[in-house]
């Protein structure tokens, strides 16, 4: 399978964090997707980019904060987050880029 510039499309960017850096361990990574990207869709993604196996794919939407910036109200965006459970096996280190 090739990628295709819509798999780009689909996953933005690695989250990395500490609370993904412990799901690493598990053998999951997590990754900031699209807001109207599917979990079929993401699998095939991951699968296409990385050359990996996907066991499960779990999705996540964070709800933007108000905060405030330079002393005016503002707003966070909505966040999408897929933690991708990998087979036994397989690896992708998000530290190198795409």
Same mark, same amino acid.
């Given at each position: 399978m090739t990628a295709t510039p819509a798999h780009y499309d689909v996953i933005l960017k690695? +989250?990395?964090?500490e609370k993904s850096t412990m799901a690493s361990e598990q053998g999951a990574v997590v990754f900031e997707v699209a807001p109207d990207a599917t979990k079929p869709l993401i699998k095939e993604a991951v699968e296409s980019l990385f050359g990996v196996k996907v066991k499960a794919v779990n999705t996540t939407i964070t709800k933007g904060k108000t905060k405030r910036?330079?002393?005016k109200p503002g707003r966070r965006k909505? +966040?999408?987050?897929?933690?991708v459970t990998l087979e036994e096996g397989n690896a992708i280190d998000v530290s190198t880029g795409l």
């Open positions: 690695p +989250v990395i964090t910036f330079r002393g909505d +966040v999408k987050k897929a933690y």
